[in-house]
DNA sequence: GTAGGGTTAG
């Protein structure tokens, strides 16, 4: 189709007006082309109006070019601050989001004046780049503009610091922030369960409802989500029983919050019920229930699920698995120990669905070999990995070793200790695996030297702690913390349960 | 005469 100015029945129209009512119907790169060589022809180039839906098409359209739409605003005269923002919105949601940046950067250098629209995409592109250095200056340049008490801008800062895992500044600018919206509480909250602050997380949920919001889907999701990682049953029941209340609409993302929760806090049945019961479901929503069953040792049920999920004669045509769902296919086959399946499934998730493996993905495969026991072809494994393994990958092995390596002296606990410690010399839980793999197999003079490594350096391993949920509050548990009273029963039970397993082995 | 905005799934 070719474009011109008389081909539109609007005559009567200025020039301008056709050439905008054209940028509004333009589907192409193509068609652009043609625009602009109308454009050019009519001396409407260096209007500002034209120039925003220039850059807007080519920012934010389909079929978007960003490097053409950069070049528009960098030789128009006088782009107005509209174009600049559209041109940062576009990088924001680009591959690469830090350009919004350095626009930013040339759109000051030019001396056009940021508006509280050019902030948020800005942060959030910083946010998805996790730019902490680049999204600092742009927090003084809003200081300075005396945009930052924008509530826009507010929460994309809360945002932006959340993605970078500063809590304290996420929390800090929330806290000065002259007007909040739910958006403002459930940012906070987001940055707060993200980084693994869960009691802050939910904290922040019970006073936005004590100064009166409603909490939205969004915040019922993130409340879930703190619930999930803590097994905080009682408290995902009572949300559950709030949504009813409130008569919300089960929607996929509330409905998959509610089966990460049941599923992570093993509690099957209900997450089944709710995954059942769901109208829609998502790919989110199968790995929910796989994982849930995967983490809860019933993998062959996960792994059936899995096959059902890929199967076309269900409801889910258009459901394929990604990385999450591979997870919980994986974490099934270590439960399971299935290890040729774990192979055939590990292929699969690069060669038939195209998902590259994470580091994640290498780190359940080597779970997969080291709870079978199969460790010399796990050392192998992660010798032939494409990326250089991190420490958890290690110590996955690492953990197998001191289960399956006990009276087997090929020195393999040996070879991994050194590759881990190589890596992360100074984390006490890693030394402590050693020492323990030493004594276990009463190499006490060994063990020593670790433990006196450990000590000469100031090294504490963190304590592990466990979390039950009695009677609907959250009890923390430590090795060797003894709040309890009478520990003899808890301890003769311990011994009972131990010998049972013995029995059963 | 004038255009555009945020948070959420292992």
């Known amino acids: ?19 905008l009512s ?39 359209s389909p079929s978007k070019n960003l ?68 999204g600092k200056q742009v927090h003084a340049d809003a200081v300075k503009c005396g945009l930052d008490s924008d509530v826009y801008v507010g929460n ?6 959340g993605c970078c895992k500063k809590i304290v500044d996420a929390r800090k600018v929330f806290g000065e922030m002259p007007e909040r919206t739910v958006v403002s509480w459930n940012s906070v909250m987001t940055a707060c369960v993200e980084s693994l602050w869960l009691g802050d997380g939910i904290g922040y949920f019970f006073r936005m409802w004590g100064c009166g919001f409603e909490p939205d889907e969004t915040s019922m999701v993130l409340l879930l989500s703190a619930c999930a990682e803590l ?101 099934a086959c270590s439960h399971a120990g299935m290890v040729d399946e774990g192979y055939q499934y590990f292929h699969d998730m690069e060669c038939v669905h195209g998902i590259k493996p994470l580091m994640t993905h290498y780190g359940a495969m080597v ?34 070793c001191t289960v399956h390596d006990v009276h087997d002296h090929t020195g393999i606990g040996e070879r991994v200790s050194k590759k881990l410690l190589l890596k992360e010399p100074r ?7 050693v020492a323990n793999m030493y004594a276990e197999v009463g190499m006490w003079e060994e063990a020593a030297n670790v433990r006196r490594v450990m000590r000469d350096g100031g090294m504490k ?14 009890h923390r548990f430590f090795a060797g913390y003894d709040p309890c009273p009478d520990l003899v029963p808890v301890y003769h039970l311990l011994d009972g349960l131990n010998l049972h397993l013995k029995m059963v082995n």
């Not at 509004?24 to 060589?37: F, K, T, V």
């Not at 984390?427 to 695996?433: K, M």
């Not at 304590?463 to 959250?474: F, K």
């Open 367 to 400: 779970d997969v070999l080291g709870r079978a026991g199969r460790l010399e072809e796990a050392y192998e494994f992660i010798q032939s990995m494409p990326i250089e393994p991190d420490p958890v990958v290690w110590r996955t092995l690492l953990s197998a």
């Open 461 to 474: 391993k963190v304590a592990g702690e466990s979390c039950v949920d009695l009677g609907g509050s959250m």
């Open 67 to 134: 490097r053409h739409a950069r070049s528009f605003v960098h030789h128009a005269a006088t782009p107005s601050p509209i174009s600049w923002n559209i041109l940062i919105r576009g990088y924001a949601a680009s591959d690469s989001p830090l350009e919004a940046f350095w626009v930013f950067r040339k759109m000051r250098e030019r001396g056009a004046m940021p508006n509280k629209l050019t902030f948020p995409f800005l942060l959030k592109s910083c946010a998805v780049a996790s730019a902490l250095f680049e």
């Open 22 to 60: 054209l940028l509004n119907s333009c589907r192409s790169m193509d068609q652009l082309r043609q625009i602009q060589a109308q454009v050019h022809v009519s001396g409407l180039y260096q209007d500002t109006r034209v120039l925003s839906e220039l850059v807007y098409f080519c920012s934010l």
């Open 156 to 161: 994309n800062l809360i945002n932006f610091y």
């Open 231 to 331: 097994g905080y049953l009682s408290l995902g029941r009572w949300v559950h029983s709030q949504l009813v209340l409130r008569g919300m609409v089960l929607s996929v993302q509330l409905g998959t919050a509610l089966v990460d929760m049941y599923g992570k806090s093993g509690a099957l049945g209900y997450a089944r019920d709710v995954f059942e019961r769901m109208e829609n479901r998502n790919v989110w929503t199968w790995s929910a229930m796989i994982l849930g069953l995967a983490q809860h040792g019933f993998g062959e049920e996960a792994l059936e699920l899995f096959a059902i999920m890929n199967n076309n004669n269900n409801d889910n045509r258009d459901i394929r698995p990604n990385y999450v769902t591979y997870l919980g296919v994986l974490c």
């Open 1 to 19: 189709m070719v474009l011109r100015f008389r081909t539109l029945k609007t005559q009567s129209l200025s020039k301008k007006q056709q050439c």
């Open 427 to 433: 984390r006490g839980g890693n030394l402590v695996i």
